[in-house]
């Protein structure tokens, strides 16, 4: 055993090393083209010495075939150098986070003690904002992203003063308006306080705009974005820096055309620079150039660029105003119809500035491969089974497909072509992953808007279809399985993602859960209700609930109390969404989603075929010398695109493939075992690395069944345990109803239950293959909890769980909850017992209003700064921003 220990770790410690090298490899390639372009643009590396640093690397760039040369495309070796500057090492870091992810997870923790939890509270700290300041800043930012926002900020500026410092240095010479007409005047530097300065700078900032789109808009933004993997960041928080990035994009764009308006107009007729006085007309007016005026062509391109970039900016603050917050929440549909003007932006961005393919290539490849593939998440439609359980709020249910799996916390995208074909909007999952085995899943909409309100329209007329594509988001129960405890807070709706994740949390045996739920009516307590007390009454030392219903708009307050709203919750013997469309057949939502290692490899492929697209059309374009430098653009552009096009062609190929193999290779059910269910995949397998291959299920928490004392006939159970010795586990349901069973394999094999082998009663489920596959016996629905008992929902069940939903309400009827106060009590309860820690570690997870998750944070700042000296509470606050 020692020897295999040994060779396990070592083993274990070489994964870690090479995973963790291949990882760090990726981050610093993706970071390389921001790094590198401050030096890039510097006097220092091009004017500093004669030949400069730049006259170098042009050279080696264009006799070097490293990917591509001037004999292959025809580019000029100064394109050459920025295609290996700027895109080449975006396609190294896609293929290097590709391998790494082929590589198994190593188990070791990079980060673990009492300094690291102290620097992850300091960086998780939360910064608010006075109400006065949100017209222009978020509500509150934490302390990790404020060092995010200024890193950037740093990189951005530094990229505008090193090109703005090498620009007035080298004179007025390479301006392209205000150039001195004195040849010696126009190579001496430009005055800082000029208007030639102003010039640069107009031009600095527009590039800089330009660079922002590419890199941090379009680059981080699509929901299968690897760079986003990369990162660690789920898309819900990269949706709120899009955001502010954009804002930010926005604003440089004006000030760069305000800067060049002013320019146009303070020096139209200056005798130095315009003595004919239509430095206005031969730039702002559209038909400025007309027959009667002597335009050399330079000039007749320049005004159609300037033309160009004003169409821009016309369109990007449209675009803008339709993206304010009061217009994605009032008016979604619009908002999301208009920001697809972003591709018309793109095409005259592209006309006015010729570096622009150059700087947006690679994000406009990772956005068009997403945007492309989430198109065909329109053929996975399914009958969906859809009820009203409370005013406004609408229960869909679907039947899941055996290669579908999710994790607590994910959410999918929703379209109801009934009330739109075109919306899709995200929904959290309720269900949790264990539940019903993983073959059904949960989500609940409540009406909010135009659109949620026409599903509930729909809802009359049953079987409702509806599409989905998923799953989306980040395991977030997983990183709480190793907390001291975990608070979980929902209000009103927003308690759909922690229901899963506590059922998830309380499944797989992680730390005791408080979870906290504020509702303003009874009708809305009632969707949940029943659930949250059964499951508490199953869980008693795991799961501690508390709600408060604030009674928002109730007329007769007084007549509502903790008892009479126990007392009208309706227990049913199945799990919520039992019931599903008889005869839909099950939907697979990650049909068109790749693995992490497969969304990587096909991300470096666009990247490198958009490229050498760009390469060809370049070639061509040498070719044509008749051509017009705008055809040559649009022609770039163009190929650029076909490229994408034929890499999606090719990966719907693969998956279409994938897909038809599987389903080949999966044997059709006996009649004895017709309800077995397809085996887990292996985290490692060659599956993994198959485009189509699904994402691999987390990994199933040992289980075995069997006969319990006390277990009425016709239940089923299912026990907590090691599983056949395999060192997988399989869950098993059993039924305990007397009589012959269908159960494959004739021998006998104990199970554990409490941590003995038990004997099986008679009933001896055998193992196929290397893994067990989990066995249903057909027979009743399979239950919630798994605690041996009397069966959940009955009379002693049920009343149990009316005493904790009486528990769950008392004194908080028509109150609204004491977050610190709460937070207080968590603390409490949760070092009491781990006296000998000196830290304490508690997870906390928030959606709701603004105002609640406001609150959270500020009692978790307040927290993770008291205690004793023997022991520290350290709220550990992650707040998913599930607001957009």
């Known amino acids: 055993p020692s020897t295999h220990q040994n060779t396990a770790a070592n083993s274990d410690m070489l994964l870690f090393v090479v995973r963790g090298a291949l990882l760090l490899c990726a981050i610093c390639a993706a970071l390389f083209p921001s790094v590198i372009k401050i030096y890039e643009t510097s006097w220092q590396f091009r004017e500093a010495a004669d030949p400069s640093v730049y006259d170098k690397w042009r050279d080696y760039f264009a006799e070097k075939p490293v990917v591509l040369n001037n004999e292959m495309t025809g580019l000029s070796d100064k394109t050459l150098m920025r295609i290996h500057l700027f895109i080449i090492p975006y396609f190294v870091a896609a293929g290097t986070f590709g391998m790494a992810m082929l590589l198994p997870k190593s188990q070791r923790k990079v ?40 890193t950037f900020l740093c990189m951005n500026w530094g990229i505008f003063v090193s090109r703005v410092e090498r620009s007035l240095f080298r004179g007025s010479k390479k301006l392209t308006f205000l150039v001195d007409s004195d040849k010696d005047a126009s190579k001496e530097p430009i005055d800082p306080n000029s208007w030639q300065a102003c010039e640069v700078w107009a031009l600095t900032l527009g590039i800089l705009a330009i660079l922002n789109m590419g890199w941090y808009l379009f680059l981080p933004i699509g929901k299968r974005s690897v760079f986003l993997d990369m990162f660690g960041i789920s898309w819900d928080s990269a949706i709120k820096y899009h955001r502010w990035i954009g804002y930010y994009t926005f604003w440089l764009s004006v000030v760069h055309g305000i800067m060049y308006l002013a320019i146009f107009c303070e020096k139209n007729g200056d005798s130095n620079f315009d003595p004919k006085g239509v430095l206005v007309k031969h730039n702002l007016n559209a038909w400025g150039c007309n027959a009667e005026d002597e335009c050399d062509e330079d000039q007749q391109l320049m005004l159609r660029r300037n033309m160009y970039g004003i169409s821009a900016i016309v369109l990007l603050i449209i675009m803008v105003i339709f993206s304010l917050a009061y217009v994605r929440r009032h008016f979604f549909n619009t908002f999301y119809t208009m920001h697809h003007l972003v591709f018309v932006i793109l095409l005259f961005l592209c006309l006015h500035y010729k570096g622009t393919i150059i700087l947006v290539l690679p994000g406009l490849a990772v956005y068009m491969i997403d945007k492309l593939l989430g198109l065909l998440a329109s053929s996975n439609g399914v009958d969906a089974s859809a009820k009203v359980v409370s005013p406004g709020v609408v229960e869909l249910t679907v039947p899941l497909s ?200 096909v991300t470096a492929l666009a990247i490198l075929t958009s490229t050498a697209a760009f390469g060809l059309s370049q070639y061509v374009g040498s070719e044509q010398n008749e051509w017009k430098p705008d055809s040559q653009r649009v022609f770039d552009l163009f190929l650029v695109i076909v490229s994408l096009l034929s890499v999606v062609l090719v990966t719907l190929v693969a998956l279409v493939g994938s897909l038809r193999f599987q389903q080949a290779s999966t044997r059709p059910p006996s009649p004895a075992s017709s309800a077995m269910m397809h085996p887990p995949q292996n985290d490692n397998s060659v599956a993994q690395t198959i485009l189509l291959a699904p994402t691999s299920p987390d990994a199933l928490s040992t289980h075995a069944v069997g006969a319990v004392p006390g277990m009425g006939d016709g239940q089923q159970v299912m026990m907590t345990g090691a599983a056949f010795g395999h060192g997988q586990a399989a869950p098993v349901v059993f039924n305990t109803n007397p009589g012959p069973m269908a159960l494959p394999g004739p021998r006998p094999i104990p199970f554990v239950y409490g941590g003995y082998p038990q004997p099986m009663g008679g009933y001896y489920p055998q193992p196929i293959g290397s893994y067990p ?35 769950m309400l008392d004194g908080r009827i028509g109150r609204r909850p004491d977050v610190s106060a709460e937070f207080d009590s968590v603390a409490v309860a949760t070092t009491a017992p781990l006296s000998a820690e000196p830290v304490v570690d508690i997870g906390v997870m928030a959606c709701g209003p603004q105002q609640l998750v406001a609150k959270v944070s500020a009692a978790c700042n307040d927290r993770s700064q008291r205690g004793t000296a023997s022991r520290q509470p350290f709220f550990s606050f992650v707040e998913e921003d599930w607001d957009w």
């Open 402 to 601: 055996s290669s579908s799996s999710y994790a607590a916390g994910q959410y999918v995208q929703v379209n109801v072509p009934a009330a739109s074909a075109l919306e899709w909007h995200p929904f959290s999952i309720t269900s949790a992953p264990h539940e019903r085995e993983g073959k059904l899943l949960t989500f609940h909409i409540k009406a909010l808007g135009d659109w949620t309100n026409k599903v509930l329209d729909a809802v009359q007329a049953e079987p409702l279809r509806v599409r989905l594509d998923g799953f989306y988001g980040h395991d977030l129960a997983a990183p709480l399985l190793d907390k001291a405890g975990v608070v979980l807070v929902g209000g009103g709706i927003g308690v759909t993602p922690m229901i899963s994740i506590a059922m998830k949390l309380l499944h797989a045996g992680g730390p005791k859960v408080h979870l906290l739920w504020v509702v303003r009516s009874v009708e809305e307590f009632n969707v949940f209700g029943a659930k949250l007390s059964s499951a508490a009454a199953a869980h008693p030392d795991k799961l501690s609930v508390k709600v408060w219903i604030t009674l928002s708009g109730t007329a007769n307050k007084d007549s509502v109390t903790a008892a009479s709203v126990a007392e009208q919750l309706v227990f049913s013997s199945k799990e919520a969404g039992a019931n599903v469309v008889p005869g839909s057949p099950p939907v697979t939502p990650n049909k068109w989603t790749m693995p992490p290692a497969a969304q990587a490899l």
């Open 773 to 807: 596959p989990p066995v249903q016996v057909m027979g009743p629905d399979p239950l919630h909890s798994f605690a041996p008992g009397p069966p959940p929902h009955s009379s002693s069940s049920e009343s149990n769980a009316r005493q904790h939903a009486l528990a």
């Open 111 to 150: 980060f673990s003690g009492s300094l690291w939890l102290m620097l992850r509270t300091f960086f998780r700290r939360s910064i608010h904002f006075p109400e006065l300041l949100q017209v222009v800043l978020p509500a509150r930012i934490t302390v990790g992203e404020m060092t995010g926002v200024i």
